[in-house]
């Protein structure tokens, strides 16, 4: 079975540029989560798409934060503009079966905002 | 509102050894899943193991294995006879259990510790 596969894999920007972030979930894997996991912090959620539907993004910071799952399977997230708060680690974990199933993970994004 | 704390920022062991990790949670809900995910320098979060709370017997996967005491709201990670693949970034994470039928859409969020540091010295 292929794994959540992100990218770019690493990405270096200026503040105030903007930048997107790509996920490919496990083939069939409804549930969709974006992370933000700074140095030394455990993950924290952005956002949580159900098929092509948001389920939470009571986290995501709108006013520069975007994400969308046109048809349900791939998935960007944006920031625009960014700041110097936003480097990170960008994690995509998706969920297929039932609730109780695990998540998968792909390897992150590491954004440097400089 | 539920909350995990690890209070081991680092830990080191020597190959083949044991090591034991901690985690401690809180909580009100009575039913809920608790979680130790391994984060290698890849980055990619990988799931160690998993307990349910309304099982009383630990879980095991091989080398790794819980203690968890829901009494005291505790969940350590036994890692035996330590491998230098093991040289990881650990976190507990707990999710509540809502056993809705109408949950399908698996709301349920992850609430994670800041993590554990562990190197397994040669």
């Known amino acids: 079975e292929a794994g959540v596969a992100q990218s770019p894999r690493y990405k270096i920007i200026e503040k105030r540029q903007s930048v997107a972030f790509w996920c490919n979930p496990i083939s069939g894997h409804a549930t969709l989560y974006w992370y933000q996991q700074i140095l030394g912090q455990g993950p924290k959620l952005l956002i949580q798409?159900?098929?092509?539907?948001?389920?939470?993004d009571s986290q995501l910071p709108k006013d520069r934060f975007s994400a969308e799952r046109l048809k349900g399977v791939d998935s960007t997230l944006k920031i625009q503009p960014a700041k110097l708060e936003d480097s990170a680690v960008y994690l995509c974990a998706t969920r297929g079966g039932g609730a109780d199933s695990p998540l998968h993970f792909g390897n992150g994004t590491r954004l440097t905002v400089t | 509102a539920q909350t995990v704390t690890q209070s081991q920022p680092e830990m080191s062991v020597q190959e083949a050894e044991t090591v034991t990790l901690s985690c401690t949670y809180d909580?009100?809900?009575?039913?809920?899943?608790l979680f130790w995910y391994k984060q290698p320098p890849s980055r990619q979060m990988i799931l160690v193991i998993r307990q349910e709370a309304y099982k009383q017997q630990n879980a095991t996967e091989n080398r790794f294995s819980v203690n968890f005491q829901k009494a005291a709201k505790s969940f350590s990670l036994k890692i035996s006879d330590s491998q230098l693949g093991d040289t990881a970034m650990y976190f507990c994470?707990?999710?509540?259990?809502?056993?809705?039928?109408?949950?399908?859409?698996?709301?349920?969020?992850?609430?994670w510790g800041l993590g554990t540091s562990l190197a397994v010295n040669p």
């Open positions: 994470a707990f999710m509540k259990h809502e056993a809705a039928f109408w949950d399908a859409g698996n709301n349920r969020k992850l609430i």
């Open positions: 798409f159900q098929n092509n539907g948001v389920v939470d």
């Open positions: 909580t009100s809900e009575n039913n809920y899943y």
